[in-house]
């Protein structure tokens, strides 16, 4: 029994909503073949630090006044935001402590969605 149906009537299309919810699809668990390694969550994690450390240092870059379109042509700008890419994927590399909190958060909702996938399978 569910929470949902402790509120809503069962006629009340709560049932056939069920019915009609398809299977989400599952992505590999780390857990699940036994490899706490998983190289696709490992490649998005330092994906999406990188890409926080860039917004870092662009928010940096714009508080200190230093990226002032008025002082800079349009090709300075653009180089600046290059470098500012390179240097953040660079950073990454070396970690800036997010990366494992970002894997560790992907893999909870990996298996908070294979048990729902379960649950389902079940009904």
Request: charged residues 35%; without cysteine.
């Amino acid at each position: 029994m569910d929470i949902l149906s402790n509120y809503i009537p069962a006629n009340t299309g709560l049932d056939a909503f069920k019915k009609s919810v398809k299977r989400m699809p599952v992505l590999p668990s780390s857990h699940a073949d036994g490899n706490s390694e998983n190289t696709d969550i490992k490649k998005v994690a330092k994906e999406m630090e990188a890409l926080f450390i860039h917004e870092l240092i662009k928010v940096m870059r714009r508080a200190s006044g230093s990226a002032s379109s008025e002082e800079h042509g349009l090709g300075k700008d653009t180089y600046m935001d290059l470098f500012d890419m390179e240097l953040s994927k660079v950073m990454s590399e070396r970690g800036v402590g997010l990366q494992k909190s970002l894997e560790d958060f992907l893999n909870k909702k990996i298996d908070e969605h294979a048990k729902v996938n379960k649950n389902i399978d079940e009904k």
